[in-house]
């Protein structure tokens, strides 16, 4: 559908693409949605659009009648969406109308400003976070906030302090993708990599592999694994505390835990980062585990 954003690392609204928002008939979208509804055998509906919930009266009526099918005919179960960049209350209605099949997703990507200059991103305000954050809660909606590790000047405390922002505000999921560098994107060039000293590895794309009759595919992706600002092994300290923020948060392992300390103004990010940081005194058990974390970290880099 295109993107009217130019962000760096992305190519949905790339300049050079001539992006534009397209839309399809909403009695189309219908159609179609019914036809997958009465011959899916999987659970999970994902909305490839980058911005839902920017044409308000268009998404509200399809998210209506996403609703609708969820109640008649148990399908989707759920949904992954991207909600556009600029938050509102009328987004926040569109979200409210599949709440319990879905989440509110923003992906701030950093919160840094300078960071947010060298990536040409728009983000949500502070303040417009916390109205999110708070009619969430109150509406029993889901909320999920998606950063990027490893942009063009970020560092390492201006990246924790976008983690200790987002647990500030009690965001149910907190999520950080590695910085990838994209075929026809702004940030994939040689004056990008010059001008920001990124530092780039190989990885295999998780279960992006298989044998197709005679022919096997893997997908492998280009990742920043430093910076001129992030050096390479808080990259790997951060791997660390990402997996403890996944397990103990958003998943709800240790979530109570985590709470109680923010009642005492501990910060989940800085306690987390404590026990990184006294692993070494743990039983042989958590040692072995974090060694071995850090192993697959570093093994799965490659240069080509």
């Not at 998404?59 to 996403?66: K, Q, V």
């Not at 701030?108 to 809660?137: F, G, T, Y």
């Not at 909320?143 to 063009?152: D, G, H, K, R, T």
């Not at 390479?232 to 300390?261: A, G, P, V, Y």
């Amino acid at each position: 559908r295109g993107c009217p954003f130019y962000c760096t690392f992305c190519v949905w609204g790339a300049q050079d693409n001539n992006s534009r928002i397209a839309q399809f008939n909403v009695e189309t979208v219908k159609a179609n949605l019914n036809y997958i509804a009465e011959r899916v055998n999987h659970d999970l509906l994902m909305i490839n659009d980058a911005n839902f919930g920017l044409f308000y009266d268009r998404d509200l009526e399809i998210a209506r009648h996403i609703k609708k099918l969820n109640q008649l005919s148990k399908w989707p179960v759920s949904i992954v969406v991207n909600w556009g960049q600029v938050r509102s209350d009328k987004s926040i209605a569109v979200a409210d109308e599949l709440k319990g099949i879905t989440m509110l997703r923003q992906s701030s990507q950093s919160q840094d400003n300078s960071v947010l200059d060298a990536i040409k991103r728009d983000n949500v305000p502070d303040s417009q976070w916390r109205h999110v954050a708070e009619e969430c809660q109150q509406d029993g909606i889901e909320s999920f906030a998606e950063v990027i590790i490893m942009l063009p000047g970020e560092t390492l405390e201006s990246y924790l302090d976008g983690l200790r922002f987002f647990f500030s505000l009690g965001i149910d999921c907190i999520t950080t993708n590695q910085c990838q560098l994209l075929e026809g994107s702004e940030m994939n060039t040689e004056k990008d990599r010059e001008k920001y000293g990124l530092k780039t590895a190989w990885r295999l794309l998780e279960d992006a592999y298989g044998r197709y009759d005679d022919y096997v595919c893997l997908e492998a992706e280009e990742i920043v694994v430093e910076t001129s600002t992030f050096p390479f092994e808080d990259n790997i300290r951060c791997r660390k505390l990402n997996w403890l923020i996944q397990m103990s948060w958003t998943l709800r392992r240790h979530n109570l835990i985590l709470r109680l300390l923010q009642e005492q103004d501990i910060s989940p990010v800085d306690f987390l980062l404590y026990v990184i940081s006294q692993v070494d005194r743990a039983p042989n058990e958590v040692c072995e585990l974090f060694k071995d974390f850090d192993t697959d970290a570093r093994n799965e880099l490659f240069p080509t």
